[in-house]
């Protein structure tokens, strides 16, 4: 099938009948991704690596529970069925969401995940930290949160990030940022009992059942089992902290946001975290706030680094293209050689590009993406 000159395969054909893609504009979208590898001198008929940002190409920005377009999942599963082209996500968000996105949502094999703005990555089962793992960076990270949570009389919720450079918290957030439709929090909130459990025999915890409070020790070699809790088994549980004595704290969870606490009130409590943990903060308006390490600051660590790292390992010492699909700034790559944008249409990421003049094509999201890529793909190694 042509249009403009674009002939479609027959694999192609179908699976924009499936999803309904407007054939006329897959193929003007073709003809633009030939158009601008050729004018760029990328080789779009060699080894590829496609990330995949999920906020916006595969899930609306607005839906906290996570659910994929329509028909993503098969235009993902249809683009790694392509040789010579990797897929993975390339995200911000937190490899344990993450596993349970892949896993729960969108339900695709193969498919590897590039997270924490490239600090860790997964692929075929296996890990590798790209900003080096470090108990003490966790534990102490652990620990100032929760002591400046209860200085400054708020709520706290860790991430479950897998890297520790990035430490990802949320801050009266569970319904100021929609976190009790997280899908990791969503029908899987723990019991204080079951939270207390989490935390022992790695942390020396007691439980007052009476009072409602788990009470420990706010040292640091006190924080291994409350890290492995609040981070890995439960993580995005929000907890109340107060002191509990000279070294001791108490938590306990509070689903209630505390009234009339805004954005503003957030941005003036932040300084406070910042200081005691010695990290920079990014703040968000869904009352997520990143904590970023110093050695973070200093190295080279984002979604399109990780990216070609995940890229290296797929294709050795092969050359290869990376593809970005993605909807805001943190999602165009930083090091432009050898790579390529895919901005949303009708997205800041859209009008960065053109106003900055980088390299890039215009899908609608990641299910005409898929396919452009992969008959963009055929048609150049065909010539």
């Known amino acids: 099938m042509s249009f403009s000159g674009i002939t479609l395969s027959g694999s192609a054909v179908k699976i924009a009948d499936r999803l309904s893609l407007d054939k006329a504009k897959l193929a003007a979208l073709i003809g633009e991704i030939l ?25 609306d920005c607005d ?43 969108l339900k695709v094999a193969d498919l590897g995940t590039v997270g924490e703005y490239g600090m860790v990555y997964e692929r075929k089962g296996k890990f590798r930290y790209l900003y080096p793992y470090s108990e ?12 400046s949570a209860a200085e400054n009389d708020v709520k706290v919720a860790f991430q479950g990030n897998y890297s520790t450079g990035a430490g990802a918290i949320y801050i009266e957030g569970d319904r100021n940022g929609n976190l009790l439709q997280h899908p990791l929090v969503k029908g899987r909130r723990p019991t204080m009992a079951q939270l207390a459990a989490a935390c022992s025999p790695e942390s020396k915890v007691e439980f007052d059942q009476a ?5 420990f020790s706010s040292a640091v070699d006190n924080m291994r089992g ?17 002191k509990d004595g000279p070294e001791g704290l108490a938590v306990w ?7 009339g606490f805004t954005f503003e009130k957030l941005k003036s409590v932040v300084p406070d975290f910042e200081k005691r943990s010695g ?8 009352f997520g706030v990143d904590l ?3 050695a973070v600051e200093a190295g080279n660590f984002s979604k399109d680094s990780g990216l070609r790292e995940f890229g290296r390992e797929a294709f050795g010492n092969d050359n290869f293209l990376s593809i970005i699909i993605g909807d805001k700034r943190s999602d165009i790559p930083k090091t432009l050689t050898k790579t390529i944008m895919a901005a949303q249409k009708q997205t800041s990421a859209e009008k960065i590009v053109k106003e900055e003049n980088i390299p890039a094509f215009y899908p609608i999201d990641v299910r005409d993406f898929a396919v452009a890529v992969a008959e963009a793909h055929r048609i150049a190694r065909e010539g």
């Open 211 to 215: 009072g409602g409070r788990i009470r």
């Open 63 to 105: 839906d906290s529970e996570l659910t994929p377009y329509p028909g993503s999942a098969d235009a993902i599963t249809y683009l790694i069925g392509i040789s010579g082209i990797e897929v993975t996500l390339c995200t911000g968000w937190d490899l344990k969401s993450m596993e349970f996105f892949k896993e729960n949502r």
């Open 279 to 286: 990290r920079k903060a990014l703040v968000y308006e869904d």
């Open 136 to 147: 003490k960076e966790a534990f102490n990270f652990v620990r100032d949160v929760l002591v």
């Open 35 to 59: 158009e601008v590898c050729r004018k760029n001198n990328r080789n779009i008929g060699g080894n590829i690596i496609c990330g995949l940002d999920v906020n916006g190409p595969i899930v």
């Open 226 to 242: 409350l890290y492995k809790a609040l981070v890995k088994t439960h993580p995005l549980i929000s907890l109340r902290v107060e």
């Open 253 to 259: 969870i509070d689903d209630k946001d505390r009234e």
């Open 292 to 294: 970023i390490s110093p």
